[in-house]
């Protein structure tokens, strides 16, 4: 009989601190990440991996006066999503329309498909 256990989907929201030299914290970054894990403890340690390898330093050269530090600051959220997940949802947020669509526009969604992102 196997003991090889199925992996569960996690979700997390990591945070970073983008922090300017001699002023301190500018902003907060943050990123969902969703991965398969074999337990909470390991999807734990793989979300602090993600997070450290993502960090980044700046230095001062002609475009920057001064050093930015991009520091990984915390797991906001870790959340396990199951198995037999098939899709997930990750809602970005809403932003204003910058361009004029008259209420009985039809769209067609069908009629395009996307490239490849990468």
């Known amino acids: 009989m196997s ?5 569960e989907w ?3 929201r990591l945070r970073w601190a983008v922090m300017e030299e001699g ?12 991965f398969l894990s074999d337990s909470r403890e390991t999807a734990f340690q ?11 330093s700046l ?10 530090d991009c520091r990984f600051a915390e797991v906001v959220p870790l959340e396990e999503l199951g ?5 997930f949802e990750v809602y970005l947020g809403e932003k204003e329309a910058t361009e004029r669509i008259d209420f009985d526009h ?4 069908e009629a395009r498909v996307p490239e490849p992102a990468f």
């Open 46 to 56: 793989e979300a602090l991996r993600i997070g450290r390898a993502e960090e980044y």
């Open 3 to 7: 003991t090889d256990k199925q992996q």
């Open 83 to 87: 198995t037999r997940r098939t899709h």
């Open 23 to 34: 002023h301190g914290l500018m902003r907060w970054r943050d990123a969902e990440h969703i």
């Open 106 to 109: 039809a769209f067609d969604p």
């Open 59 to 68: 230095l001062p050269d002609e475009r920057n006066e001064v050093a930015i």
């Open 10 to 12: 996690f979700q997390t």
